[in-house]
């Protein structure tokens, strides 16, 4: 992903881990991100459940709380929603890192996910030599706890040098459960402002194929093929 080049520029910075409670609990309002990391909250969302939160690095040489960003729901997923400047950098050299990580599970087993999908609202001004991004990294988990398959990748992001990109998606093959890896880097290189004023994650599912409709598939698949090498000998065939 394209934080991980420039961030290598980076200051010698201060990694804050984050400890939160541990209550077991279903969020149906807006959260503080700060509660949710480490917690035992769940986020229901249709047919979707959001769960298991991690805070897996928090890097930065800027003020930055957790407790500024509110977590609340969209359509198809998780909004995250800064109070105003919150997340943002300015000055040369200064940055945010922020990693964390969650679970989405569908809870009907007729459904699997197919789609991540990852969106910014954010502004740097032009010219000027800074990023906002968010991105992901998607894992199929691997049982029984062998650990994740990467399924790929996305980021979304505002840039003073480059074309903005304010969305991506990736499809991939229909999963029961994803593991989400967000990443959201902040850099400013020069005087130049880099801000999000949010973000959100995405997901769509599809239905799970009926065993019957695997088995008709598969059959016709299996008299397709038939047909090609039956077709394939008749043009061999000497007349």
Same mark, same amino acid.
Do not use: W
């Given at each position: @992903?394209?934080?991980?080049?420039?961030? $290598?520029? *980076?200051?010698?910075?201060?990694?804050?881990?984050?400890?939160?409670?541990?209550?077991?609990?279903?969020?149906? *309002?807006?959260?503080?991100?700060?509660?949710?990391? &480490?917690?035992?909250?769940?986020?229901?969302?249709?047919?979707?459940? /959001?769960?298991?939160?991690?805070?897996?690095?928090?890097?930065?040489?800027?003020?930055?709380?957790?407790?500024?960003?509110?977590?609340?729901?969209?359509?198809?997923?998780? +909004? /995250?929603?800064?109070?105003?400047?919150? +997340? =943002?950098?300015?000055?040369?050299?200064?940055?945010?890192?922020?990693? /964390?990580?969650? #679970?989405?599970?569908?809870?009907?087993?007729?459904?699997?996910? #197919?789609?991540?999908?990852?969106?910014?609202?954010?502004?740097?001004? #032009? &010219?000027?030599?800074?990023?906002?991004?968010?991105?992901?990294?998607?894992?199929?988990?691997?049982?029984?706890?062998?650990?994740?398959?990467?399924? &790929? =990748?996305?980021v979304a992001y505002v840039d003073g040098l480059l074309p903005d990109q304010l969305t991506d998606a990736l499809d991939y093959d229909p999963q029961p459960t994803? $593991?989400?890896?967000?990443?959201?880097?902040?850099?400013?290189?020069? #005087?130049?402002?880099? &801000?999000?004023?949010?973000?959100?994650?995405? /997901?769509?599912?599809?239905?799970?194929?009926?065993?019957?409709?695997?088995?008709?598939?598969?059959?016709? @698949?299996?008299?397709?093929? @038939?047909?090609?090498?039956?077709?394939?000998? $008749?043009?061999? $065939?000497?007349?």
């Open positions: @992903m394209r934080f991980l080049a420039r961030l $290598r520029h *980076a200051v010698p910075c201060l990694a804050v881990l984050l400890v939160a409670s541990a209550a077991t609990r279903s969020a149906r *309002a807006d959260i503080l991100l700060s509660d949710l990391l &480490g917690s035992s909250t769940t986020i229901d969302v249709g047919s979707l459940r /959001f769960e298991n939160f991690t805070l897996d690095l928090l890097s930065t040489n800027v003020p930055f709380d957790l407790s500024l960003i509110t977590v609340s729901t969209t359509s198809t997923g998780l +909004l /995250f929603t800064p109070q105003p400047g919150a +997340l =943002s950098v300015s000055g040369p050299g200064a940055f945010i890192n922020l990693e /964390f990580s969650y #679970d989405a599970v569908v809870l009907d087993p007729t459904l699997s996910i #197919d789609q991540t999908r990852v969106a910014v609202v954010g502004q740097v001004e #032009d &010219g000027k030599d800074a990023f906002a991004q968010a991105g992901a990294n998607i894992y199929q988990p691997i049982p029984p706890d062998l650990g994740f398959n990467l399924l &790929g =990748s996305i994803v $593991r989400i890896e967000a990443q959201i880097v902040l850099q400013s290189f020069d #005087d130049g402002p880099a &801000g999000l004023e949010s973000f959100s994650y995405g /997901f769509s599912t599809s239905a799970v194929p009926e065993p019957s409709g695997l088995m008709l598939a598969a059959v016709a @698949m299996g008299m397709a093929g @038939m047909g090609r090498v039956a077709s394939t000998i $008749r043009a061999r $065939r000497p007349v």
